[in-house]
């Protein structure tokens, strides 16, 4: 018999993946409260205007566009571990100072646009380093039910989280939740502390050039041709889909005058259709063929987007509408994250990982800044609701990009690692 490595065990029996996914989910919960916080403090406390919401959306989001480059590069030269434990760290910090300056009564909107910068760019290391580290404590075998049960408890964490958030902000202020959400990237940073794995950094003699190495993963992504789709249909998407989520808090809250235990409801109660699709992702591919699950969840999201424009003419309605479109758009989005990630993990080279991601999430999250701006100030010359409709109509179009490729009608997504 062989030597049984931590590698080789199961999950459930995998001491290093269960400390990553306790925190994780630790962490994810406490995401959930800042996920409402942060608006309903910008709308309700602050008074933000439609043009205030999309210049914070942008300020959190900005990092990926500014930074989300070089950050694969520079990943790719660090211990990915320590980089995560280090961006958890430093988001428990500047969210812990929004609560400290509300209560010496100095907060103003342009703390909330600083903060949400650097929690930003802690973001872009944390989460590309993330998706980089997965392939290093799991075997290939095990990434797909790894990512599986990773989105299984961010969906868990979606549910149980905004409920409970909205239920909290009718009894405290928003900036008190936000000392949970610190508090929890403080556990997230310890149990990634205690995971153990034989991760090492490239050698001094191997790095060339930044921008050489930067080069190096965007032609990787782009001249393959189904990850140049998904990255065009992800990106139009999340451009458009900014749209709507950057007048979302204003819309529920002061034109449909729902109140913030509503809006927590909606997340709460409409995430219950991501974790069925975290978990239904295996029966969903089996059944339709994995490319062409990325190509029905990608027009299945586009649709289910239209929830928030309808609901302005949905009278006592809206609140149903509303939570059925969030069912669906958070079914839609798991099955096509979970499938399109995994592949993306297989077929990229170790040493290429922090920048193939990198690469990704420029381009896919760095549309987000663009997305939030054009969406405050069209929402400030057109209104709210023809803003939504114009960005339900471009994220369906940018669909397009997969419907149209190999993807659709691919039984199995390649597994094999592609020669960089």
Known sequence: MGVVTPLDLPLRRNRNFLWFWGGEAVSQLGAQFTLLAIPVLAVTVLGATEWQVGLLGAAQTAAFLVVGLPAGAWLDRMLKRRAMITADLVRAVALGALPALW???????????????V??????????????????????????AGNSRLETTSQIASIGGPGLAGALLTIVS????????????LVSAFAIGRVRDTETTPSREERRPLATEIGEGIRFVFRHRLLRAIVLTTASTNFFGFFITTLEAIFILRELELGPAS??????????????????????TRRIGEGTAVTVAAIGFG?????????????????????????????????YNITQVTMRQRLCPPRLLGRMNASIRFVVWGV???????????????????????????????????????????RQLPTEQVAA
């Open 103 to 117: 209560f010496a009564g100095h907060l103003q909107m342009w703390h909330l646009y600083v903060v949400g910068i």
């Open 303 to 335: 649709i289910a987007t239209a929830a928030y424009p309808l609901a302005s003419l949905a009278g006592a309605a809206a609140l149903p509408v509303l939570i059925v479109g969030m069912f669906l758009q958070s079914f839609f989005v798991l099955v």
């Open 174 to 185: 928003a900036p008190v939740l936000l000392v949970v959400d610190a508090a929890s990237y």
């Open 368 to 410: 987000m800044p663009l997305g939030s701006l054009a969406g405050g100030a069209l929402g400030s010359a057109l209104g709210i609701v023809p803003t939504m409709w114009i960005g339900t109509v471009g994220g369906l179009l940018g669909a397009a990009f997969v419907l149209f490729s190999p993807l659709t009608g691919m």
């Open 263 to 284: 809006l927590g409801l909606i997340y709460s109660v409409g995430s219950i259709g991501g974790l069925l699709g975290a978990v239904a992702t295996p029966w969903f």
């Open 119 to 144: 929690v930003g760019v802690a973001t872009v290391f944390f989460d590309v380093a993330y998706q980089s580290y997965v392939p290093i404590l799991l075997p290939s075998s095990q990434i797909g």
